[in-house]
C-alpha cells in the first residue's frame, strides 16, 4: 500500500479565482487528482500526496460493505443513493429514510447522526408552521445511517454502530483502505457521528477510478460498484436536492455519479472514460469546490460547460440581489487547461 504524505496546505496551488470591479477580489488553492483504471495518477494539480478527510465525498466507499455482505439485497437503486446521500431533509428524503427504517423494524431513535434543520426551504417552513422541530430524519446523513443499520443488522452489532470499533466501522475501515490502497493514518469524526478516515487526494482518486472501471461481471466488489454508481446517476434527486450542486450536475451528464464531502472536498465517476477524479480545496469553500469540479468534468468531455448547472457554478456573469452584474469567477491559469 502507498505511504502517506503531506499536509493539506503544503503543495496546493491557484485554482479558482473570484473578480469583481476587474480586480482579482479572492483566490482558492487547492489540490485535484485524476486516476485511471490502473490507480495511476493520469493527471493532477498541487500535491497529490496532500492528506485529507474525505467527508461525504466517500459515502460511496462507506456503503461498499452494505452490498457485498448481502445486507443489502432487495434494496432500490433510490434507497442505494439515498445511502451515498448528503440530502436536502426535503419531504421524500425523510420519508424515504422513515419507511426504510420501518421496513427494519426501527424508527428515528435507532440512528445515531443528530438532528439539524432541513436544508430543503419548504420542509423547513412546514416545520414552522407546525412549530414541530427538525428530528434525526432531517439530518443529511441519514440515508448512510440507514444503510449502517442495515448492515448492522446483518452483523448482529450492538447499537452504537458509529464507534470506531463497532463490526460496522471495521468492514467501513477496511473497505475504505482497500480501495484506496492506503492504510488510513486515522480518523476524525463527521458531523454525523461516524469516523470518517484519513487518505490522500490520490488515494481517494484512486477508489473512485475503481468505481468507474468496475464491471457488473466482475467480482462481488465490483458488482456493489456498479450498482452505487449507477444508483446514484439514475437518482441525483436522493443524493442531495434541488438547487444543490450534485443534484444539478448529475441531471446535466449521463452516467456520472458526483459528490461532494464538507471542507471542499469534491469525487467524481466516470465510467466511460474509466477515470476518477478527486479535488479538495485548502480553505474549505465551497464555491471554489463546485468551479473546481465543473472545470475538470467539462474538460474530461462528459458535462457541457454551456449547460446552466454548470454556468451557475463557472463562466456566467456574478449577479447580486438587483440583478447588477458585478464580477465573474474563473478558473486560476493554468488549472484545468
Not at 428530528?135 to 445511517?145: D, I, P, V, Y
Not at 454502530?161 to 475501515?173: I, L, S, T, W
Request: charged letters at 20%; proline letters at 4%.
Amino acid at each position: 500500500m502507498a505511504g502517506i504524505g503531506a499536509n493539506v496546505g503544503e503543495g496546493a496551488v491557484p485554482m479558482v479565482e473570484l473578480w469583481r470591479g476587474g480586480r482579482l477580489e479572492s483566490l482558492h488553492h487547492g489540490h485535484a487528482v485524476i486516476c485511471d483504471a490502473s490507480g495511476a495518477v493520469a493527471e493532477a494539480w498541487g500535491n497529490p500526496q496532500a492528506v485529507i478527510y474525505p467527508r461525504s465525498s466517500c459515502k460511496m466507499v462507506q456503503a461498499l460493505p452494505l452490498l457485498e455482505s448481502g445486507a443489502g439485497k432487495g434494496l432500490s437503486d433510490a434507497q442505494l443513493a439515498l445511502a451515498c446521500a448528503s440530502h436536502q431533509g426535503a419531504a421524500l428524503h425523510v420519508e424515504a429514510v422513515s419507511r426504510w427504517l420501518g421496513d427494519l423494524g426501527l424508527g428515528e431513535s435507532d440512528l445515531r447522526c443528530g438532528a439539524h434543520e432541513p436544508g430543503d426551504r419548504d420542509e423547513r417552513d412546514r416545520l414552522i408552521r407546525c412549530g414541530d422541530p427538525a428530528c434525526q430524519l432531517h439530518n443529511n446523513c441519514s440515508g448512510k445511517h440507514a444503510g449502517f443499520l442495515t448492515l448492522n443488522r446483518h452483523l448482529g452489532g450492538g447499537s452504537e454502530y458509529v464507534e470506531a470499533d463497532h463490526p460496522v466501522q471495521k468492514a467501513v475501515r477496511a473497505a475504505f483502505e482497500e480501495v484506496t490502497a492506503e492504510t488510513s493514518p486515522g480518523y476524525g469524526i463527521d458531523g454525523c457521528s461516524a469516523p470518517n478516515f484519513a487518505c490522500t487526494i490520490s488515494g481517494l482518486a484512486r477508489a473512485m477510478a475503481a468505481f468507474a472501471a468496475a464491471s457488473d461481471s466482475g467480482d462481488r466488489r465490483q458488482q456493489a460498484m456498479v450498482r452505487l454508481r449507477e444508483a446514484m446517476a439514475r437518482h441525483p434527486e436522493m443524493v442531495a436536492g434541488e438547487t444543490r450542486a450534485c443534484t444539478e450536475l448529475m441531471r446535466a451528464m449521463r452516467g456520472v455519479a458526483i459528490k461532494t464531502g464538507a471542507e471542499a472536498v469534491f469525487v467524481a465517476i466516470l465510467p466511460e472514460q474509466k477515470l476518477g477524479i478527486a479535488l479538495k480545496i485548502a480553505d474549505g469553500g465551497t464555491r471554489g469546490a463546485e468551479a473546481a469540479i465543473t472545470a475538470l468534468l467539462a474538460r474530461a468531455g462528459v458535462l457541457d460547460p454551456a449547460h446552466p448547472a454548470a454556468l451557475k457554478r463557472l463562466g456566467a456573469p456574478q449577479r447580486n440581489w438587483r440583478g447588477l452584474e458585478w464580477g465573474e469567477i474563473r478558473l486560476a491559469p493554468g488549472f484545468a487547461a
